[in-house]
């Protein structure tokens, strides 16, 4: 891998349109699962994953190459407003909001290690279509900084 992130924002849907949700979709981009346990998405939305004493032990490892969803409202209106498969682990709701005008969004691990970080803008460069349009912001290779989008 050519690169340091290990765990990346590979979507985000800050600017939903009406009727539809925020929300963050995670990666992990090596074979190595990660304890995800007390995690913490910081800045305008927030979110702490749940203690491992608090679940079944695997709900707390972010499996090898596994994307995650975390959004803003319960998993099952998730699931049913964006169609998505059992198959991908929804986590939420999360409080707050991100800004439909830009920021920096975080995730730590408990020991608040930053795991992932990353800034977007509702101008130019950044597409204009994710600011309320229905598009998400997706990243399109991982090998670049985190940041270009």
Partial sequence: MSHAEQIVFSEVM?????????????????????DIAQWELTDG????????????????????FER???????PATFRATYNVPN???VFGPWS???????ERVTLADKNGTIRCSFRYEDRYPWPLASDGAGHSLILADDSFAIDDY
């Fill in 87 to 89: 198959s991908i682990r």
């Fill in 68 to 74: 995650i969803i975390l959004c803003d409202t319960d």
């Fill in 14 to 34: 800050y600017h939903p349109p009406a009727g539809g949700h925020e929300f963050i979709e995670v990666q992990n981009l090596t074979a190595t699962p990660f």
């Fill in 96 to 102: 707050g909001r991100l800004s439909n005008g830009g």
């Fill in 45 to 64: 939305a927030s979110f702490t994953f749940p203690d491992f004493a608090s679940g079944p032990a695997l709900d707390s490892f972010l499996k090898a």
